[in-house]
């Protein structure tokens, strides 16, 4: 079986959402599926080209004018389909429902073509509250055309619990994990005198890690036993990194949080060694999301680090690494947590084994192919 897998954005080294797409394709393949990776790239001179696989299948030029024709025009596409006999096409969705893109879609469905839209995160309205103009402009186009969008394709993959998204049947998978390219804690940090959090996210403020911040302001303003560190690592929002740190200035915490900015490869490694527990979102409430199969928790809990998140998972509530926190504003209780800690099943083996069987994107993966009625060898 042929297939497409479609990305309407390019990749970076240190993206969590570049390597679980990388992840899905590989899974694809592994189950015995030929697909093709298609996506933008911007090269060094500005130069912008849509990728199927290691084949440019359109140059846009650069400017203003190969931004706009990147987002409407999808002949290329067509012409690849058409050319290569693909028989499936994985579509993640990048808030980009509008008239042409439907039109398109209805277009390939003609051709025998069944179509996969991947919706990330739903509902999806509230993370757009605090944009600006240009994104807002795009989810009001998105509002418009989104229902007309779903209609055009066989499935909506969804990582919610919902068995409907814009009056489409959903495929409801897990995040998953690809554990040959996660590497496992390997050393247990002595607790007793020091605990280290690790924060790890291309950061926004449903992440909530203001709520660490205070919560250690807090526990530093009483009576504690133990020194308590916070590493933030990754970008985002400079506005919402710049508050952070203007908090951990203001409350005197300088020696003991630090934001670093990105990591990959061996120094985001370093950062998972370093760390006795991760912190995942802390306030998903803020974007109305209630349920979420976060990649996070998983690349956690691959590598075998207990953390805390405040929604619900069902792959990981009730688990013995897992802390959860309130789905609210308030200060993350640092003296509870330490107290948590103490009891957990640190074991990184141990914390590992509870998703191998069941987490692999391979897994998750065939689970698609099945629902689109697709046998892979």
Not at 74 to 98: K, M
Not at 257 to 265: A, D, K, Q, Y
């Amino acid at each position: 079986m042929k297939g497409l897998f479609i990305v309407f954005h390019g990749f970076s080294a240190h993206s969590g959402i570049s390597k679980k797409i990388f992840a899905q394709c590989e899974a694809l393949r592994r189950s015995g599926a030929k697909i093709a990776l298609c996506h933008l790239e911007i090269g060094p001179d500005g130069t912008q080209r849509r990728l199927a696989g290691d084949e440019v299948i359109r140059t846009f030029g650069s400017g203003f004018c190969a931004k706009v024709l990147k987002r409407v025009s999808y002949a290329d596409i067509t012409g690849y389909i058409r050319r290569e006999g693909v028989e499936f096409l994985y579509i993640r969705h990048d808030l980009n429902a509008n008239p042409l893109l439907v039109a398109w879609l209805r277009r390939v469905h003609r051709l025998g073509v069944r179509i996969a839209l991947e919706i990330p995160t739903y509902p999806y309205d509230a993370e757009f509250r605090e944009t600006g103009l240009k994104e807002q402009c795009q989810l009001q186009v998105d509002r418009l055309f989104r229902r007309s969008l779903a209609r055009e394709v066989d499935r909506i993959v969804t990582f919610s619990d919902d068995e409907e998204i814009f009056g489409q049947k959903t495929i409801r998978i897990s995040n998953g994990i690809d554990f040959d390219a996660v590497p496992l804690k390997t050393e247990l940090h002595d607790i007793t005198r020091e605990v280290r959090l690790l924060a790890l996210a291309n950061i926004h403020p449903w992440h909530g890690f203001d709520r660490v911040i205070e919560g250690l302001k807090d526990y530093y303003a009483g009576p504690h036993d133990r020194v308590v560190r916070l590493r933030i690592v990754g970008d985002g929002m400079p506005g919402l990194i710049g508050g952070y740190a203007r908090s951990i200035e203001a409350y005197g915490l300088g020696e003991y949080v630090e934001i670093t900015g990105p990591r990959s490869g061996a120094a985001l490694d370093s950062q998972f060694a370093w760390c006795d527990m991760g912190v995942a979102s802390l306030a998903r409430h803020r974007n109305g999301i209630e349920s979420l199969k976060s990649l996070k928790n998983r690349e956690y809990a691959a590598r075998g680090i207990p953390f805390v998140y405040s929604e619900r998972d069902s792959d990981f509530d009730g688990m013995p690494y897992v802390l959860k926190a309130p789905a609210d504003d308030t200060p993350l209780d640092i003296t509870a947590l330490l107290g948590w800690l103490d009891t957990a099943d640190r074991t990184p083996a141990h914390i590992r084994t509870t998703i191998e069987g069941r987490l692999s994107w391979e897994r998750q993966m065939q689970k698609i192919m099945t629902e689109m009625k697709f046998q892979t060898p």
